[in-house]
C-alpha cells in the first residue's frame, strides 16, 4: 500500500455513477479524515446538525487507527463499491 493508490482511489470515488448508501459514504468518509488528518480533532457538533454529527461519529469511531491502516480500507471499500458498479 502507497499514497499512490490511495490517491488513485480518492479519485476513482469519484467517478462512480450508481448510489452509494449513506452507511457507505460514511465510512469512506471515515477512512478517508483518518488517513489524512489522524484522530478526529473538532469539538463534537450540536445534536441538531445530524448529518455533521453523523460524520464526527463515524470518524471518531476511528480513534487508534493508524493512518496507513485506514488507507488501506479506504482503498479496500472503493474496489468494493467499484466491483458492485460494474457487476
Partial sequence: MCQVEFEMA???IKQLKGTVSEEDKL???SFYKQATEGDC????????????????????EK???TKMDAMRFYVA??????????G
Avoid: F
Wanted: aromatic content about 8%; glycine content about 2%.
Fill in 41 to 60: 480533532n473538532i469539538p463534537t457538533p450540536p445534536a441538531t446538525d445530524a448529518r455533521a454529527k453523523s460524520k464526527w461519529e463515524a470518524w471518531n
Fill in 27 to 29: 465510512l469512506i468518509y
Fill in 77 to 86: 471499500k472503493v474496489d468494493e463499491l467499484k466491483k458492485k458498479e460494474t
Fill in 63 to 65: 480513534k487508534g487507527m
Fill in 10 to 12: 480518492c479519485a476513482a
